[in-house]
């Protein structure tokens, strides 16, 4: 709050010219430029221009999305900023738009509306959608009569005195900007977002460290008072979940999230770009901020970057004593069970994410514990209340029990929602595809045992060549399937944006799996007595019957047919 402890760089801007980064250094700060949405909404909400709990139907009638609850449960602006909107993130056609010729906000979301549909009722669940942003820029911009950035430029950029900051691909940033690299010495392209308001901003090592101080400052920088202190608690504030309208504390607020660290709990945002990650986070209580932008996708190197950070700014602060207010009884061993995620970021990874996601709630002692099926950090709990759990390092209210309108009783932690599952279907998600993997890798080696075998003389009759052939046919798809996936991986936007051998492989191959699980199952019943080895044709049987339900759980999630393009 007194100044600037540090403001520099270190390492090289760009390795090809051996150009050294300094704090003139200009770098992509990716999401975290949703934190200037959130400002410049709150501007607006300070001077009575607009309200947090206005609809975007009136807001905005000429904004296409769909919600089926909007009669009772319209979308508001709140939602917008907080991500509870119930949509899918931007489709990966819209993260692939790169045209250099900026287009406007409205030309960006009227590119492909179809990403915006509520998938469950608004302010309800939150789920991360990068659209929700660019349309609360776009209510800005229409009612300030005035284009987003220069309105951020006007009343935020040069008022903080961020003087390089900017959202386009100016002079100023090719001269000065630094060099992102996806890999070691990969160079990534500038990437001009079509949802420019959430994730486009150039900033300085300088800029950065300015907002940093005016946050730390309540609103204010050395040119006054820019936001009431007021606004910035409601910036850090959660509203608009379940949970949150009980009291939870923790999750993602107005463009601005909790961020617990030891005993503390940081308001954080965080942003990434493809070669270029950045972390902005304060410690209100302490008064000290940080900001850190790396010119590498190396995630790993960041956290360990933040985390020295966040010991030097907590060196001194005395650590929390939380100790349980409420005993435990009945009430609280009725949450213990298992449980699996409600609210994906896109709901076409809902099938895996319920599987790696899984977890299991158990009460020990005098606390509630909480971990993954798959293993993972085991997290721990005191009850506040029959309903309220606070985490047992900050005290800050974590996880919280409520009724979901769609699927009833469910947790919130963070700003995940699990509903509760039996056991069998926990493990029973977990189980069948490590069973399936192993069966799959073990089929392999089994195919060339056969191969051995043929060459060798042996005589295998028809019936029982194709009780053995199908199976192996539906694994070898599945197998290319990953083979191409990884392909595509490495360039999503150039791969899976638009129908290419890559996208089209895929759609084959999940048609293929499908078709040759049926087929392996029907020869299996067709030639269930067959005269051949019992332990083989129980080894193909139970393969075939993995093939199918791995099938029909694929099929049910829209992955059998997929078309990343459309």
């Given amino acids: 709050k007194n100044g600037f402890v540090y403001v520099g760089a270190r390492g090289l801007a760009d390795l090809k010219s051996n150009t050294p980064a300094s704090a003139e250094t200009i770098y992509r700060i990716g999401s975290v430029s949703k934190m200037f949405v959130g400002l410049a909404v709150l501007k607006l909400v300070e001077q009575g221009k607009v309200s947090l709990d206005d609809t975007l139907a009136e807001l905005a009638p000429e904004i296409e999305f769909t919600n089926r609850w909007e009669e009772s449960d319209p979308v508001r602006l709140v939602h917008l900023l907080e991500h509870t ?22 030309q960006g979301l009227d590119y492909f509306p179809k990403s915006r549909t509520s998938r469950w009722k608004p302010g309800t669940r939150s789920s ?7 349309v609360s820029a776009y209510v800005v911009q229409k009612i300030t009569n005035t284009p987003f950035e220069q309105y951020i430029k006007d009343n935020f950029f040069n008022p903080i005195g961020m003087s390089d900051a900017t959202f386009r691909l100016t002079d100023r940033v090719k001269s000065y900007g630094a060099t992102l690299y996806k890999a070691k010495s990969q160079p990534a392209d500038y990437w001009h977002l079509l949802m420019r308001p959430s994730g486009a901003v150039n900033a300085s090592v300088n800029d950065m460290a300015k907002l940093a101080q005016f946050f730390v400052q309540r609103g204010a920088s050395e040119y006054g008072q820019i936001l009431k202190p007021a606004s910035i608690t409601e910036m850090e504030t959660v509203h608009s979940t379940s949970a949150a309208k009980v009291g939870q504390t923790s999750g993602y607020a107005i463009a ?18 493809l070669g270029g990650l950045t972390e902005f986070a304060y410690l209100p209580e302490a008064n000290v901020a940080h900001a850190i932008m790396i010119n590498s996708s190396n995630g790993r190197g960041l956290k360990r970057i933040s985390t020295l950070i966040r010991n030097f700014e907590t060196r001194h602060l005395p650590a929390k004593e939380i100790k349980p207010e409420v005993e435990i009884d009945r009430r609280h061993h009725s949450i213990e069970g298992f449980y699996m995620p409600i609210n994906p970021r896109v709901e076409l990874t809902r099938f895996i994410r319920q599987v790696i996601d899984a977890q299991r709630i158990s009460i020990k002692g005098d606390k509630l514990t909480r971990r993954g099926l798959l293993g993972g950090k085991q997290r721990e709990y005191y009850p506040i209340s029959g309903h309220q759990y606070v985490a047992v390092e900050t005290g800050d209210i974590m996880l919280t029990e409520v009724t979901d309108p769609l699927v009833g009783r469910v947790i919130h932690v963070n700003s995940t929602v699990y509903k509760p599952v039996s056991a069998f279907t926990a493990y029973g998600h977990v189980i069948v595809p490590v069973v399936w993997l192993i069966f799959c890798a073990v089929s392999l080696i089994y195919f060339l045992v056969w191969v051995i075998r043929l060459w060798r003389g042996a005589q295998i009759n028809q019936a029982s060549l194709q009780i053995r052939v199908y199976p192996l046919l539906a694994t070898l798809s599945s197998v290319a399937f990953a083979i191409i996936f990884q392909i595509g991986n490495h360039d999503p936007f150039r791969y899976f944006a638009e129908m290419t051998w890559v996208t089209l492989s895929l759609m084959l191959c999940t048609l293929l799996f499908f078709i040759l699980s049926l087929l392996s199952f029907y020869k ?10 019992k332990w083989n044709f129980r080894f193909c049987a139970t393969h075939a019957g993995l093939h199918l339900m791995i099938a029909l759980y694929l099929a049910n999630y829209g992955i059998i047919g997929i078309r990343f393009w459309a």
């Fill in 85 to 106: 909107t119930g949509w899918n993130d931007i489709h990966v056609v819209e993260y692939a738009h790169n045209d250099p010729t900026p287009v406007t906000i409205k």
């Fill in 128 to 134: 991360y959608a990068n659209s929700g942003p660019a």
């Fill in 524 to 533: 299996v019943w067709q030639y269930k007595d067959l005269t051949m080895s």
């Fill in 256 to 273: 601005n999230y909790s961020s617990p660290f030891k005993s503390w709990v940081y308001r954080e945002h965080s942003g990434a770009l």
